[in-house]
């Protein structure tokens, strides 16, 4: 997949070197203003400052580098750890009149070469190398020649070189030794999410000298976040699916057997979806991958496989058909979408059952015990009353302070009054089984005492004797499992040893004995007659467990509203461009979005420009776009 752009203009390669990064952006990628902290980091980089730099998905990294790229002397050098992602962001450059290249395994021996020739004579800006790439013999004798000068050396997806990051990669340890061919090029790591350790994994490891460093907001105000408990998941996704007609989605399971599942069954329905997990061959991701990225596709199902090194920017909803295994992992996974910036959606499908199964993996985790703190992270979101937005950017670290009137913020924000079970007496019962078992047991052996089971283990300790044998039937195993957790996350209780012996903590002791009532937002799946109250989102009583309440229509129309046009000729104009983009980028093998985004093509829609001049004004339309592409486009505005 690429451009083809020998019929096209380009920008000449040092056109720019010395100009302000105000020109570049505006002249080149059409933009009038910078993001939060991308100019800051831009300064920093062109003063040959080492820097790193945390922004969220869809927050616009890439032009930190891109923008100084240009403005440098020589070359960038962008170590990037997907081929997927070197294509895409190398189309999107290309189409902005950038000349820029990748070396790696897809390119055939004389395009290879033409690469090298090219970086040699000065002719290409950036240059994307996987970090396996970068440790080889022949990329290191390539830029070991000394008419080629590197002025910067950036870092995607840095936090790959910490193990204490998501997704280690071990060949990013090599970029140090690289870089001393280069002492005087400034280095610029990016990454998505990185906890106070992972970030001082990449200073240390990196060698930053002196770094800057830049954490900008969290928060992606376009996408509202919902958690609904799972009652009939099928059901739930396809509601989705109907209030995104049309729109491109992804949904993430757990295992491979429920996203061939899931993906026959809607297939069967009609929707037009593929699937993507490790059990597929690479021929068949790929195909899967390009057909979704093209728009051929609506809907990918996939596991956490799929994801990283995707730019598509005009994603509309992320469903997370399963519990993530933490809360790093599902901002990942809804951060792919809404990259545009226009309004989307993450809806997350939670069951107390999907805790079990995450668990069922932790004896082949390497860290069994982290793994249990980061899962603990994410049942306390799912669970939780408070506002989702407020919930998530406190995990990372960040205070935020939802408006009163924010009914686009989240599920929590828009519900009203949520209603709250009495689970008092289900709690006292645990907790007084727990010290009778004198705090010995895990939540397994707990729950079989409770549920009166005869089990030969228990016969031997005596345990059908206690009072709290059998007094617990009115719950599942699984509700009592779920009721373990709300109380873990809420420091009632804990995990001790390494067999994970139940044990009370002085919290929970506090509750036992003053006998105060306890409120959860929980679904338990028997139903129990237990009293049900109501609470204000954002109330201090003890929260935990999933929502029940139902999305109401001021959601809904929150979510159908997207800042597009108003009027029928708008309407029009979108319909024509969408079509035209589509064949434009089926002629030039490009996904869509590299001609222009929605938001792009929305404001066409919008100003309705008369020439090429009025066209400049317009979001994401840089000087060499309007020059390849205005005409057409202004032959559809005005027909």
Request: aromatic share 8%.
């Amino acid at each position: 997949m690429g451009i083809c752009y020998n019929n096209y203009v380009k920008i000449i390669s040092d056109a720019f070197v010395g100009a302000t990064p105000e020109l570049v952006l505006k002249t080149v990628f059409g933009y009038d203003s910078f993001r939060p902290f991308q100019k800051e980091i831009i300064n920093e980089v062109l003063k040959g400052h080492d820097t790193l730099a945390i922004m969220p998905t869809g927050g616009g990294k890439s032009i930190c580098y891109q923008v100084p790229a240009l403005i440098l002397e020589g070359i960038t050098i962008v170590v990037s750890p997907l081929i997927s992602l070197m294509q895409d962001q190398v189309n999107s450059l290309e189409a902005s009149g950038v000349h820029s290249a990748f070396l790696n395994s897809t390119l055939s021996w004389e395009d290879y070469k033409n690469t090298v020739e090219e970086i040699r004579n000065g002719k290409i800006k950036i240059i994307y190398i996987s970090p396996e790439g970068l440790a080889t013999n022949r990329i290191r004798e390539i830029f070991s020649d000394e008419s080629i000068k590197v002025s910067l050396i950036t870092i995607d997806e840095a936090h790959c070189i910490s193990q204490w990051g998501h997704d280690f990669r071990p060949d990013y340890m090599e970029i140090v030794s690289f870089r001393r061919l280069f002492p005087k090029a400034a280095m610029l790591a990016l990454t998505a999410t990185a906890t106070q350790q992972v970030r001082e994994d990449i200073a240390s490891i990196l060698k930053l000298k002196k770094p800057a460093v830049y954490i900008s907001s969290f928060n992606r105000e376009n996408i509202f976040i919902e958690v609904q408990p799972k009652k009939n998941p099928l059901e739930q996704v396809i509601n989705c699916i109907k209030k995104h007609a049309g729109d491109s989605g992804i949904i993430y399971c757990f295992s491979k057997r429920q996203v061939d599942e899931l993906t026959e069954t809607l297939d069967k329905m009609g929707y037009s979806v593929l699937n993507y997990h490790a059990g597929l061959s690479d021929a068949i991701r790929k195909k899967n991958q390009d057909l979704f990225i093209k728009d051929e596709v609506q809907i990918i199902i996939a596991t956490v496989a799929f994801g990283m090194g995707i730019n598509k920017p005009n994603v509309r909803f992320v469903i997370n058909y399963d519990l993530p295994k933490s809360v790093e992992e599902y901002y990942q996974e809804i951060g792919r979408a809404g990259r545009d910036g226009l309004p989307s959606t993450a809806l997350l499908l939670y069951s107390p059952g999907d805790i079990s199964k995450i668990r069922y993996f932790f004896d082949e985790a390497a860290d069994p015990r982290n793994s249990e703190k980061l899962l603990q992270g994410m049942i306390s979101f799912a669970g939780g009353i408070e506002c989702r937005r407020k919930a998530l950017l406190k995990y990372f670290g960040e205070a935020y302070e939802p408006k009163t009137d924010d009914k686009c913020c989240c599920d929590i924000c828009s519900a009203g009054e949520i209603p709250l079970v009495d689970v008092t007496i289900p709690v006292q019962k645990l907790l007084s089984c727990i010290i009778r078992t004198q705090e010995r047991f895990g939540a397994s052996y707990v729950i079989d005492v409770l549920l009166g089971s005869r089990n030969k283990r228990i016969l031997e300790n005596g345990h059908n004797m206690l009072s709290t044998w059998g007094i617990g039937t009115e719950l599942s195993r699984e509700d009592w499992l779920s009721l373990i957790d709300i109380l873990i996350s809420k420091k009632m209780l804990a995990k001790t040893g390494d067999y994970y012996v139940l044990t009370i903590l002085p919290e929970g002791k506090s509750v036992l004995a003053a006998r105060e009532k306890i409120l959860f937002p929980i679904l338990f799946s028997r139903s129990p007659n237990l009293k049900m109250q109501f609470a204000k989102p954002g109330t201090q009583t003890l929260e935990y467990g999933s929502n029940e309440y139902k999305i109401n229509k001021k959601t809904e129309r929150i979510i159908a509203e997207t800042p597009s046009v108003d009027d029928a000729e708008g309407a029009r104009i979108v319909t024509d461009l969408k079509n035209w983009r589509k064949r434009k980028a089926d002629d030039m093998n490009v996904p869509p979005y590299i001609i222009f985004g929605d938001k792009t093509m929305n404001d066409i829609a919008a100003k309705k420009p008369k020439n090429k001049q009025e066209l400049l004004a317009v979001y994401g339309m840089g000087n060499v776009k309007v020059e390849n592409f205005g005409n057409s486009i202004l032959r559809i505005v005005n027909p």
